[in-house]
């Protein structure tokens, strides 16, 4: 039985496995542009974030109804639960589907229809985060905002995603002041390609309460003082980090000076059908590449339902908090 964790970062549309995609193409009389499962594999050679991005929007083309989203969350649903997954906390994005003419009550229904009965169905309890396209304008993000003020019972908080270089977190302060007004809680990828400045400047004009990736704090000492001291979780992603080519190779990852420089790090997955992995697999690769003992992932896996969110429900925490403490390394 793997390790019980809690995954806070990731992408339902990154769970798109060649497989559905294909039989989603199938029932919505889609036309993929690659022959088959394999050679859409063979599509997945990135050398940075935007090569990805340009085909993870792209194969999003196969999502058109309810049910797809429905059929995408189950699928990574039973996945994790596999790995070891008792909550999860999962990012989608609106404008991507929105712009294709998918409505987001379409995406927000569908996905609900398996989020909303995942307890019972695959013993994971979930939460659901909106990104914003940090490459769309402020009045983009403002507009799916208003768009979403339907469905905020099932959405917990809002996050940043996308290509980072270029679009700095000032350009959406507005629409975080207004997401914190209507009690959503607030998450940023920073520090992935971006610079260091980005994750100061997402703590300090967006109010975020985690930093998505934030591998680049490293390179700032103060900031990693002050990430420290304040306790922000960064969501850690090993294989997307290799995949897109933040790191060389999994051993130069920086995860073990950031675990012993004090920061609150968890282990995710991102768009794991896309990096070669799902969370367990991530926690795996870093034990085996980066020689991590029983001990750190002990503390990464306290470490992930610690920033989870999860204050309306204390007991819950405290719940999957012994788990960790009792599990049995064998
Ligand atoms: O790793 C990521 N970074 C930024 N945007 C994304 N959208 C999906 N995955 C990612
Ligand atoms: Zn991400």
Redesign the pocket.
Known sequence: MPLPKAEL?L?I??TLEPELAFALAARNGVELPYADTDALREAYRFSD?QS??NL?YGLMAVLRTERDFEDLANAYLARAAAQGVRHAEI?F?PQAHIARGVALGTVVEGLWAALGSSEENHGVSTRLIM?FL?DESADSARETLEAARPYLDRITGVGL????VGHPPVKFREVYEAAAALGLRRVA?AG??GPPQYITDSLDLLGVERI??GLRCMEDPELVARLVRERVPLTL?PL?NVR?RAVDTLADHPLPAMLDAGLLCTVNS??PAYFGGYVDDNFTAVRSALGLDEQRLRELARNSFLAAFLADDEERRARYLAEVEAYDFG
């Open positions: 970062h992408h549309e990154g974030l990805f991005l993870y990012f994005d990104c940090r995603d996308s290509a980072e990828h992935e390609e998505d990736h992603c997307s897109l991102d768009d």
